[in-house]
C-alpha cells in the first residue's frame, strides 16, 4: 500500500502531466531549474542525467556556497519525459526542484 508521501507525489506528477499538456506543444525546449546542497557529487548526478542530450547547462553557487542552482536547457519529445527526468533526479538527497 503507497504511503501518504508516495500518494501526493503521484498525484503532483500527474497535475504537472496535465498542465505541460495543456500548455506546451511537444516536441519542445523545457527548462528545468534545481537546487542542490553544494558537493561535486550532487552536481555532477544532475549533469550526467542530461549527458547526450544536447542539454545546455548553468549552475551557480549560493551566496554562502552551501548550495548550487543548476539550470538545464533541453529538448524534451513529451511532458512524460519531463516527469521521468524529475523522478530519476528526485533520488538526490537534498534537491529541490523548481
Do not use: H
Not at 20 to 49: A, C, G, M
Amino acid at each position: 500500500m503507497a504511503t501518504e508521501k508516495e500518494n501526493e507525489a503521484r498525484e503532483f506528477y500527474e497535475r504537472l502531466k496535465k498542465e505541460l499538456d495543456l500548455s506546451t506543444s511537444w516536441p519542445s525546449l523545457y527548462l528545468f531549474k534545481f537546487i542542490v546542497p553544494t558537493n561535486t557529487e550532487n552536481i555532477l548526478r544532475v549533469q550526467d542525467s542530461f549527458d547526450c542530450l544536447g542539454a545546455v547547462i548553468k549552475t551557480t553557487k549560493s551566496k554562502t556556497g552551501k548550495f548550487t542552482s543548476v539550470s538545464v536547457d533541453v529538448q524534451m519529445k513529451n511532458s512524460q519525459e519531463v516527469i521521468d527526468k524529475y523522478i530519476e533526479l528526485s533520488t538526490i538527497e537534498g534537491i529541490i526542484s523548481l
